[in-house]
C-alpha cells in the first residue's frame, strides 16, 4: 500500500503562483510514476502532470493547457512530488489529486482545493 498526501492548495489570484506537494509513505519501492490530476466541477478528471520516479531525473510529461506555466519536480529523498504552478488562470480552478502507479496498484491523494479568483 501507498499513502499519498498533498499539501499547498489555496485561493491565488490570476497570475499567480502556488507550489503544490505529495508526500508518499508506505511501499513507495513500488512506485515508477507520479503525477497530478486535477478535477473541476462537473468535469471529469484530468491528466496535469506525471514524472518517473527510477530515471536520474525523471521524464516528465505535461497536458497541452498547462506546459510552459507548470513544472513537476521530484525529490526522492523526500519520497515527494511537486507541482509548481505559474501564471494561473480561472480555467486552473479545481481540487488537485496527487496519484502514484505503482506495482502494488494505482492510488489517490485526498485532494486539495486550488482556486484561482480576483
Known amino acids: 500500500q501507498v499513502q499519498l498526501v498533498e499539501s499547498g492548495g489555496g485561493l491565488v489570484q490570476p497570475g499567480g503562483s502556488l507550489r503544490l506537494s505529495c508526500a508518499a509513505s508506505g511501499s513507495i519501492f513500488s512506485i515508477y510514476v507520479m503525477g497530478w490530476y486535477r478535477q473541476a466541477p462537473g468535469k471529469q478528471r484530468e491528466l496535469v502532470a506525471t514524472?518517473?520516479?527510477?530515471?536520474?531525473?525523471?521524464?516528465?510529461n505535461y497536458a497541452d493547457s498547462v506546459k510552459g506555466r507548470f513544472t513537476i519536480s521530484r525529490d526522492n529523498a523526500k519520497n515527494t512530488v511537486y507541482l509548481q504552478m505559474s501564471s494561473l488562470k480561472l480555467e486552473d480552478t479545481a481540487v488537485y489529486y496527487c496519484n502514484a502507479r505503482a506495482i502494488t496498484g494505482n492510488y489517490w491523494g485526498q485532494g486539495t482545493q486550488v482556486t484561482v479568483s480576483s
Open positions: 514524472i518517473t520516479k527510477s530515471d536520474l531525473t525523471g521524464l516528465t
